[in-house]
């Protein structure tokens, strides 16, 4: 796929006269419903933009057709960051996006994203659907009118490309990085300037010079957009998502108005892509990061102990500030932080053990 395809759809799509005014209410015909589903992510873009329009035709599929969803992408029925807003108002039925997005509504969605030294992808699973997060979830969103599902899940995410080595703490004295959530406010911590961009504008922002520095996803994402044409140093690993959660935003009166048994279905489908998502992350990454260093010249870097710990103790004070802002924000974070000391425990004696002592033993 070419990067041009996307970013042009994502980017330059003008917004229909009539979108604004389009009521989300289901077009019901013989039986059948047709649902509008928006996304953050520019048209077709590999496992962000595909992963959305699988839940898409999962759904249909899996309603035998009752219930039809189209995909719009980022621009083509509303702009990017304005997809909650579509399906809170009505304008849209679904949406497919990170709900770190969101966090000027409530910085406690950043939770059921990714939070800085957060949750693994197992981790955060394991805690939304059997630690209580779902429950805390449903009333954070229900606030909103919306009724949220994880949809995908990217996996740890690379620490981001940069137009200079960072070899100290000083070095993000004064630069400018595309980072959204609360990974953003981290760095402001530090001294840098956190820009907040969807998708289809990091490459040209990267391009001009309007960013110095940015993070995306992780190799086969960033291979697709091409960030090695304009920098070279590529950092490992994120400290601000380790396991980043994708989820489905479903106006709650449309929710409701399911029978159980499609309730059932349309979350059978997200789920499904949760785990299809995360797999298909994890088999495309390796190979894509080989044609990063060895055909495109990148220079892999780790961040040093120095910078990641300074990073670290940044993180885990602006976390801690979230449970500040209202009864409902710490509910979330001491369930959060309590399910994490437990998952984080079990997580030492199982994978990272595991896999230390398998790279050890030359397997």
């Known amino acids: ?32 419903r047709e649902l509008k589903m928006v996304t953050t992510w520019p048209k077709n873009f590999p496992g962000l933009g595909t992963g959305a329009q699988r839940v898409a035709d999962r759904i ?3 309603t035998d057709g009752r219930i039809s969803v189209k995909l719009y992408a980022a621009g083509e029925l509303v702009p990017p960051f304005e997809s909650f807003d579509a399906v809170s108002s009505g304008t849209a039925d679904m949406y497919h ?29 394991a805690w939304i659907m ?56 981290v760095l402001r911590r530090v001294g840098a300037t956190s820009v907040a961009l969807p998708g289809g504008e990091i490459f040209p922002a990267l391009q001009s010079g309007a960013i110095d520095a940015t993070e995306w996803v992780g190799p086969w994402n960033d291979l697709a957009f091409g960030f090695y044409k304009i920098t070279k140093f590529y950092y490992y690993p994120g400290y601000h998502e380790s396991g980043s959660t994708l989820a489905c935003g479903i106006n709650r009166k449309v929710w409701d108005s399911f029978s159980k048994s499609d309730q059932s279905l349309v979350q059978s489908s997200c789920w499904a892509e949760d785990d299809y998502m995360y797999a298909e992350y994890n088999a495309k990454n390796s190979d894509s990061l080989d044609v990063l260093v060895n055909q495109h010249g990148v220079k892999l870097k780790k961040f040093s102990d120095e910078v990641f710990n300074a990073l670290g103790k940044a993180s885990r004070e602006v976390v801690a500030e979230v449970a500040d802002a209202g009864p409902l924000e710490k509910k979330i974070f001491d369930s959060y932080t309590a399910f994490k000391k437990k998952a984080s425990a079990w997580t030492l004696l199982s994978d990272s053990a595991y896999t230390a002592a398998r790279e050890k033993a030359g397997g």
């Not at 980017?11 to 015909?29: E, Q, V, Y």
């Not at 949809?151 to 995410?157: D, H, K, L, S």
């Open 130 to 185: 059997h630690g209580g997060g779902q429950e805390l979830w449903d009333e954070l969103s229900g606030n909103f009118g919306i009724k949220c599902l994880t949809a995908g899940n990217t996996g740890v995410q690379m620490g981001g490309w940069f137009n200079k080595e960072i070899n100290s703490l000083e070095d993000f004295k004064g630069l400018k990085m595309r980072m959204p959530g609360l990974g953003g406010e």
């Open 97 to 125: 996006g990170a709900e770190y997005y969101w966090q000027g509504k409530n910085k406690a969605f950043n939770f059921f994203t990714a939070v800085p030294l957060g949750f693994t992808a197992n981790e955060i699973n």
């Open 60 to 62: 249909t599929l899996a």
């Open 1 to 32: 796929m070419k990067r041009r395809s996307f970013l042009t759809g994502a980017a330059g799509a003008t917004l229909a006269a009539t979108a604004a005014s389009t009521l989300a209410t289901p077009a019901i015909a013989q039986g059948k």
